[in-house]
Nanobody, 126 residues
Framework: QVRLVEFGGGSVQAGGSLRLSCATS????????MAWFRQAPGKERETVAS???????YYSASVEGRFAISRDVAKGELALQMNSLQPEDTAMYYC????????????????????WGQGTQVTVSS
């Protein structure tokens, strides 16, 4: 059973930066394909960024140019570097994973992700 644990959230002022990490464990072969999602109060969960099997990143329009997704295979960690944070970035951030041999690696489709972390809160004040 793949287990995901996010950390690195916190409170920051607008214009600041945070780096989220997601530690993975429990996979038996290759590190699964992964993505970041977020859910703001009163809103639906949305996709933030994903990595394809070849490590090509994809971003939602709202974070393109400000956020960067990456993974460290040796550490088994997924990261999200968030710069120029704005109050509208305030949300619970989740990492999720699906098997590396899946045709949906890199997908923005939340329903294709098998495993989810518990989330880490990011709060941006103006």
């Amino acid at each position: 059973q793949v287990r995901l644990v996010e950390f690195g959230g916190g409170s920051v002022q607008a214009g600041g930066s945070l780096r989220l990490s997601c530690a993975t464990s429990g996979y038996t072969s290759n590190m699964p394909c992964m993505a970041w999602f977020r859910q703001a109060p009163g809103k639906e969960r949305e996709t933030v960024a994903s990595l394809t099997r070849g490590d090509t990143p994809y971003y939602s329009a709202s974070v393109e140019g400000r956020f960067a997704i990456s993974r460290d295979v040796a550490k088994g960690e997924l990261a999200l570097q968030m710069n120029s944070l704005q109050p509208e970035d305030t949300a619970m951030y989740y990492c999720a994973a699906l098997p590396r041999d899946s045709d949906y690696c890199g997908s923005f489709r939340q329903d294709r992700y098998n495993w989810w972390g518990q989330g880490t809160q990011v709060t941006v004040s103006s």
